[in-house]
């Protein structure tokens, strides 16, 4: 049963600075309400192992280790269009039984002159992906995009 709770918003900012904000995984703390903490070798970087502690919108949490699989920098077409990406896929036991697979992605998309665009999804498979909960996923993939506008917001201003 195949699931993909996303979550998007807007951010009034430059694609790069919202790029800093989200490789800067040391200072999660300060402002991410889901992924309270995350865990990698400085700067993250494809291969690395990066364990996130994750915190549920009841107050309860849970620690996910993931592996960094793509970090495509902020590149522009030649429309003027500049994207980056970030992803890692879940590494836990259920995933190396088959039982639940993830890879989750964070995209940015700045046109000129635009808003730049954050969005997150997650791909999950595997016959136990109901109990992996797909809903509050998509629920805390909603409050760390906003805190991300909020966080970026702050230092811009």
């Not at 595997?126 to 992996?132: D, I, Q, S």
């Amino acid at each position: 049963m195949p699931a993909e709770p996303r979550a998007t918003v807007a951010i009034e900012a430059p694609l790069a600075v919202v790029w800093q904000v989200m490789l800067d995984t040391e200072a999660y703390a300060e402002w991410n309400p889901f992924v309270v903490r995350a865990e990698t070798e400085q700067p993250p970087a494809v291969g690395n192992p990066i364990l996130l502690s994750v915190r549920w919108a009841n107050g309860k949490g849970t620690r996910s280790p993931e592996v960094i699989t793509a970090i495509e920098h902020p590149t522009t077409a030649a429309d003027g269009t500049t994207t980056a990406l970030l992803s890692y896929v879940y590494a836990g036991l259920p995933a190396k039984l088959g039982l639940v697979r993830g890879t989750r992605h964070q995209k940015l998309t700045q046109p000129p002159g635009r808003p730049t665009t954050y969005e997150t999804w997650e791909e999950f498979s595997g016959p136990l992906v109901p109990l992996a909960g797909p809903g509050r996923v998509a629920d805390g993939f909603r409050r760390h995009a906003e805190a991300l506008g909020r966080r970026v917001a702050a230092i811009t201003s």
